[in-house]
């Protein structure tokens, strides 16, 4: 099959959709509970530091046209030290795979389907995710901008049909236990998931030369609306529950059980609990297809295609063995994510970054990109 390209929008479609997609529902709760009304600075703070950290990854495309987070490594620091960081962001991305279809049917058992068990749910999103890899970037890009509208839209209806019900003296006092708490929010939030867009380092050399100049506005378009579209569920939220918002681990969801239109619209939750599934799926896909380009770009394999189900079976099987119960997760997500991460994404990120504003660009003749080679597509 031929390479597959997307344009800068498509990107800019998928940077949104990998951002916001488990995010929205995921954030809102556990931030609330650390930050308190302070939840939405959190998220503005963490959001400045992930344009920090976007702006880094578009440096080293710009600086490394066509080339990926690992070709350019093994240029900067040699293929040692490339690979040794790069097991340790691999190890993180099958966890953070697990993760997320984990949190799905942590959310299924414990709110809409408390009898079934939690691998009927992971299963179908891990196999459906691989099948979606396997038929290449370009196909997700199509398909996940018809979700993206779907998923975000049937979320702003829910907080648009709830405004009779908001009570805006709510969000006062902002900082109720000063600005420890605010921090303490950014920390959580810079973790998942503005540190997350370090994984784009592998897929922004697939965007096409003919849209290239309009990467670095679409991406910083779509980041910051990112920002504002969490600040605005934070901000309902609280202003729907107060104080309670923060012991809501769905707080979105349990929104949407006491949303009333004219006695016509009622118990819509099921909308918000198709929009978790399809946000963690997209999510789920775009994770699992980097993940891919890391294994066989690191270890050199030309036929990468081979390694999505694999891989995907992988993070089923951590998923069965890793995660006791919901409060477990919570845990987990809440310390070691974090951390975890930090040192996954950053210190690489950071130590490659400094390489390259010391040593001089030594890139081959371009006509297409190297990561041509490694693409699942194939």
Same mark, same amino acid.
């Not at 099959?1 to 995010?23: D, N, R």
């Given at each position: 099959?031929?390479?597959?390209?997307?344009?800068?929008?498509?990107?800019?479609?998928?940077?949104?959709?990998?951002?916001?997609?488990?995010?929205?529902?995921?954030?809102?709760?556990?931030?609330?509970?650390?930050?308190?009304?302070? %939840?939405?600075? $959190?998220?503005?703070? *963490?959001?400045?530091?992930?344009?920090?950290?976007?702006?880094?990854?578009?440096?080293?495309?710009?600086?490394?046209?066509?080339?990926?987070?690992?070709?350019?490594?093994?240029?900067?620091?040699?293929?040692?030290?490339? %690979?040794?960081?790069?097991?340790?962001?691999?190890?993180?991305?099958?966890?953070?795979?697990?993760?997320?279809?984990?949190?799905?049917?942590?959310?299924?058992?414990?709110?809409?389907?408390?009898?079934?068990?939690?691998?009927?749910?992971?299963?179908?999103?891990?196999?459906?995710?691989?099948?979606?890899?396997? &038929?290449?970037?370009?196909?997700? &890009?199509?398909?996940?901008?018809?979700?993206?509208?779907?998923?975000?839209?049937?979320?702003?209806?829910?907080?648009?049909?709830?405004?009779?019900?908001?009570?805006?003296?709510?969000?006062?006092?902002?900082?109720?236990?000063?600005?420890?708490?605010?921090?303490?929010?950014?920390?959580?939030?810079?973790?998942?998931?503005?540190?997350?867009?370090?994984?784009?380092?592998?897929?922004?050399?697939?965007?096409?030369?003919?849209? &290239?100049?309009?990467?670095?506005?679409?991406?910083?378009?779509?980041?910051?609306?990112?920002?504002?579209?969490?600040?605005?569920?934070?901000?309902?939220?609280?202003?729907?529950?107060?104080?309670? &918002?923060?012991?809501?681990?769905?707080?979105?969801?349990?929104?949407?059980?006491?949303?009333?239109?004219?006695?016509?619209?009622?118990?819509?939750? *099921?909308?918000?609990?198709?929009?978790?599934?399809?946000?963690?799926?997209?999510?789920?896909?775009?994770?699992?297809?980097?993940?891919?380009?890391?294994?066989?770009?690191?270890?050199?394999?030309?036929?990468?295609?081979?390694?999505?189900?694999?891989?995907?079976?992988?993070?089923?099987?951590?998923?069965?063995? *890793?995660?006791?119960?919901?409060?477990?997760?919570?845990?987990?997500?809440?310390?070691?994510?974090?951390?975890? $991460?930090?040192?996954?994404?950053?210190?690489?990120?950071?130590?490659?970054?400094?390489?390259?504003?010391?040593?001089?660009?030594?890139?081959?003749?371009?006509?297409?990109?190297?990561?041509?080679? *490694?693409?699942?597509?194939?």
């Amino acid at each position: 099959m031929e390479k597959q390209t997307v344009s800068a929008y498509q990107m800019g479609i998928l940077f949104f959709v990998f951002m916001t997609g488990s995010s929205i529902i995921n954030i809102p709760g556990p931030l609330i509970s650390k930050a308190y009304n302070g %939840a939405w600075l $959190s998220l503005l703070v *963490s959001g400045a530091l992930g344009l920090l950290v976007l702006a880094s990854i578009l440096y080293l495309n710009k600086r490394y046209p066509g080339l990926s987070f690992v070709e350019y490594s093994r240029q900067l620091m040699g293929s040692t030290l490339t %690979a040794l960081f790069c097991l340790i962001t691999i190890s993180f991305l099958l966890q953070m795979q697990s993760g997320i279809v984990n949190d799905v049917g942590l959310f299924m058992v414990s709110s809409m389907l408390r009898e079934s068990p939690i691998y009927a749910f992971t299963f179908l999103i891990f196999a459906v995710s691989a099948v979606t890899v396997r &038929a290449g970037l370009e196909v997700m &890009a199509r398909m996940f901008t018809l979700t993206m509208i779907l998923t975000t839209g049937c979320i702003l209806l829910v907080l648009l049909i709830a405004l009779p019900d908001y009570d805006p003296t709510q969000l006062l006092p902002i900082m109720p236990k000063g600005i420890k708490p605010v921090l303490h929010g950014a920390y959580f939030t810079f973790g998942f998931p503005y540190v997350e867009v370090f994984l784009f380092t592998m897929l922004l050399p697939f965007v096409n030369k003919e849209s &290239a100049n309009k990467l670095s506005k679409t991406m910083v378009a779509a980041l910051c609306i990112n920002i504002i579209v969490l600040c605005v569920s934070c901000v309902c939220a609280i202003m729907i529950f107060g104080s309670f &918002a923060g012991e809501m681990p769905y707080v979105l969801f349990s929104l949407a059980r006491i949303v009333e239109f004219e006695e016509i619209v009622q118990r819509i939750e *099921s909308i918000i609990g198709m929009s978790l599934i399809l946000g963690s799926y997209m999510k789920t896909s775009i994770t699992l297809y980097v993940l891919n380009l890391f294994v066989s770009q690191v270890f050199g394999m030309k036929n990468s295609r081979a390694l999505v189900m694999p891989l995907a079976l992988m993070g089923f099987l951590m998923g069965l063995v *890793s995660v006791d119960s919901a409060t477990d997760w919570g845990r987990i997500v809440s310390t070691v994510h974090p951390v975890w $991460s930090f040192t996954a994404f950053m210190i690489p990120l950071l130590l490659v970054l400094l390489l390259s504003l010391i040593r001089k660009p030594r890139t081959k003749p371009l006509g297409e990109p190297n990561i041509a080679k *490694s693409n699942p597509s194939e």
